[in-house]
């Protein structure tokens, strides 16, 4: 897609570009408007999608959010469009997340952003996906390790790689985490409504479905949730899965919605360029999802920060895409300027 011209084909494309980011359960807690008298999308949170259990702060939906914010400028950059970002515009409105305004590159001012870079990860959103399988027992070269901090810094943010001492003790909290939910009926029900299974999973619009769980530990060792839990899915095997992940942190230096916005905005700039240098990913906020195993999360010797999410990146199978909601349900197009 190259375009000039903001008509209604080019923010819907926009906008499905912008969904295409990962997001907590596949729970896609996001809805746009798109003020066409001010050449405007607007970013909500959509709290119907909310889980109020597992993520009671709203921060996870608050990631998701980010990560499509940032899929969203990757898109306008592709389409030769330039972003004006405000976070949180609207103190009264917290559900209103960010305004974005566009303008035609020919005719916006100074450019000093990284337009550049960003154009370049476009090919990466539609490739990008999360893996639940087994990763070979290969190292992430340094350069690459290098490059993937340098871009979660570029949105302020903090990614670490996790030596082999806090790469146990994260998947200790994993295993600590899967432990409290299987006595945990709350936590059971979100899981139990964000996983399409049996006929469900072949026409589902969001979600984790069963194809996309991937294949159950067979030693129990894994850094990812088991979407499965206790419940059988027929035809899912076994795998041995990598003995040494590697596993990175991404941290912010506040613990605020903005802090959240700007990590879901790192956090997909790092999968992109990832995903750009031929490596699969997967994520993790189980042992994030309770205060106490949060705090044991970060490295107590280099890790600075809140830890806002946990990476597992390797050399391995992409994983399936898994589905996404239409654009007519999450996108608004109106004329009406927004009075802020």
Same mark, same amino acid.
Request: aromatic share 4%.
């Given at each position: ?68 914010l940032f899929n ?66 290969r190292d992430v ?100 899965? @990598? ?24 956090? @997909? ?62 996108? @608004? ?6 009075e802020v």
């Amino acid at each position: 897609m190259s375009v000039r011209q903001l008509d209604t084909r080019t923010v819907t494309a926009l906008v499905a570009d912008a969904t295409a980011a990962p997001s907590m359960h596949n729970a896609q807690p996001w809805r746009f408007r798109y003020l066409s008298d001010a050449h405007t999308l607007e970013l909500y949170a959509d709290l119907s999608r909310a889980m109020h259990r597992t993520d009671p702060g709203d921060r996870a939906l608050h990631i998701g959010c980010g990560a499509a914010l940032f899929n969203l400028r990757v898109a306008a950059a592709h389409a030769g469009l330039t972003c004006a970002v405000r976070l949180l515009p609207d103190p009264a409105d917290p559900q209103l997340l960010a305004s974005v305004h566009l303008t035609p590159a020919a005719t916006a001012p100074d450019d000093t952003d990284d337009t550049d870079d960003l154009r370049a990860l476009y090919p990466a959103i539609a490739r990008r996906h999360t893996s639940r399988h087994p990763f070979e027992e290969r190292d992430v070269p340094e350069d690459v390790r290098a490059a993937l901090a340098a871009e979660a810094a570029r949105e302020g943010a903090e990614l670490l790689f996790a030596g082999t001492w806090h790469t146990e003790a994260v998947l200790e909290l994993v295993r600590d985490a899967e432990s409290r939910d299987a006595l945990d009926a709350a936590a059971a029900e979100d899981l139990a409504r964000w996983t399409r299974r049996g006929p469900d999973a072949g026409t589902a619009v969001d979600g984790v479905p069963e194809y996309a769980f991937g294949p159950r530990p067979r030693d129990g060792r894994s850094a990812m949730r088991d979407f499965a839990g206790r419940r059988p899915v027929a035809g899912r095997g076994g795998a041995a899965f @990598e003995r040494h992940p590697h596993l990175a942190l991404l941290s912010t230096q506040g613990d605020t919605p903005a802090d959240w916005l700007l990590a879901g905005q790192a956090l @997909e700039r790092v999968l992109l360029r990832a995903t750009d240098a031929g490596l699969a990913t997967s994520l993790t906020s189980h042992p994030l999802e309770r205060g106490d195993l949060r705090m044991l999360a970060r490295d107590p010797v280099s890790g600075r920060g809140d830890v806002q999410m946990v990476l597992r990146l390797g050399h391995g199978p992409s994983g399936p895409a898994t589905p996404r909601r239409p654009v007519t349900e999450v996108l @608004e197009i109106t004329q009406r300027v927004r009075e802020v």
